[in-house]
């Protein structure tokens, strides 16, 4: 509902889009819902100007809704597919990827392979079946791997006929720059803080609202993400995790039993929480503007070096460009609870 603008800004010219579209904005503000209606929109028959919309009835529209249209292609991660928020997203993504052997692994894999995008081509070498367009899903774009990225330029350099790439990212600056510079880049604004808090109120069950507000806070505004992070029991641990981090500065609270914690939540967001909280330290050290936590943690901060959280945010941003590679986690998260004892001197 807050992106009415941006439908309406991309979609005032159908025939005139860029081959290649970049999609990106903050993370957990409905990036994935936007991108799937308007690939149903680009495949659409009976899209005109007066109603610039899928119509939703006619043959593309329907086995597009019923994730059996021929001409739509969807690239992800094992991970994206598994936990993603549309069945549509499975259904379509699937068709590259092994279903049967995901289900066996306990740990799905982040990435998106070489071998997707080169079986993507080689499926967009050959004409439409039933629309005039063939419309290909990528996200989250900056999952790709280096080869995987490479296999996809040349895609961007010579595109086939009527063939149409929709890349979607919260990160574009982990794309490429040469993947960049090959598509026409349009950013999605984030909803304002009052239907953003509005909305989640009305889809968080029992939510007070400190509660939205702290999850917004720890969402950078996202309302989607925030309901994620609700759902998942992300939030439920918040205070522990701060409690913890004061006490490793403390040295009352052992670093690598402090780890196996955050061991135990998303690896990803573990590292996007750490960042934030580390920079908000910092901020603090150098303005005295106090953080959101400051008041509930008490958090001693007279010894703490600034030098050193700089060189430990620098970690953390190493560790959040290598999350999904072959990383171990635990090495990762214990590497980062040590450094951060070591920041009070």
């Not at 993507?120 to 996200?139: G, N, P, Q």
């Not at 919260?170 to 999605?188: D, E, G, N, V, Y």
């Not at 403390?250 to 996007?272: D, H, T, Y």
Request: aromatic fraction near 8%; glycine fraction near 4%; charge should be neutral.
């Amino acid at each position: 509902m807050w992106q009415q603008s941006d439908w309406r800004r991309l979609t005032r010219h159908r025939n005139k889009l860029h081959h290649g579209l970049l999609i990106n904005g903050p993370l957990g503000i409905g990036k994935l819902e936007f991108s799937f209606e308007l690939c149903q929109y680009l495949l659409c028959h009976a899209v005109s100007e007066e109603n610039n919309e899928p119509c939703g009835q006619c043959q593309n529209c329907r086995l597009f809704n019923a994730g059996t249209h021929p001409d739509f292609h969807v690239l992800t991660s094992e991970l994206e597919s598994a936990e993603g928020r549309l069945s549509l997203l499975t259904d379509y993504s699937n068709r590259y990827l092994d279903s049967r052997e995901r289900e066996k692994k306990t740990k799905h894999s982040r990435v998106i392979a070489v071998d997707q995008v080169r079986e993507l081509i080689e499926r967009f070498s050959t004409h439409a079946h039933i629309s005039t367009t063939k419309v290909a899903l990528i996200l989250p774009a900056d999952c790709m791997n280096i080869n995987a990225a490479n296999a996809l330029l040349k895609l961007l350099e010579e595109p086939p006929p009527d063939s149409m790439l929709v890349l979607v990212t919260a990160t574009p600056s982990h794309l490429p720059a040469t993947i960049r510079s090959r598509c026409m880049t349009h950013t999605l604004a984030a909803p304002d803080a009052k239907t953003a808090a509005d909305w989640l109120a009305q889809n968080l069950a029992a939510s007070s609202r400190e509660q939205i507000d702290l999850a917004l806070t720890l969402a950078n505004g996202g309302p989607l993400e925030a309901r994620r992070l609700s759902d998942s029991g992300f939030l439920q641990h918040h205070q522990n995790c701060l409690k913890g981090f004061a006490g490793v500065a403390a040295k009352r609270v052992n670093p690598i039993e402090f780890a196996g914690q955050l061991n135990k939540l998303e690896f990803e967001q573990v590292l996007a929480w750490f960042h934030r909280f580390v920079a908000e330290l910092a901020k603090f050290c150098v303005t005295g503007v106090e953080p959101y936590w400051m008041e509930s943690v008490r958090m001693d901060t007279q010894n703490v070096s600034v030098e050193r959280l700089c060189g430990l945010y620098d970690r953390i941003s190493y560790y959040r460009r290598i999350a999904r590679g072959p990383v171990n986690e635990q090495l990762a998260i214990e590497d980062l609870a040590l450094a951060f004892q070591r920041i009070v001197v």
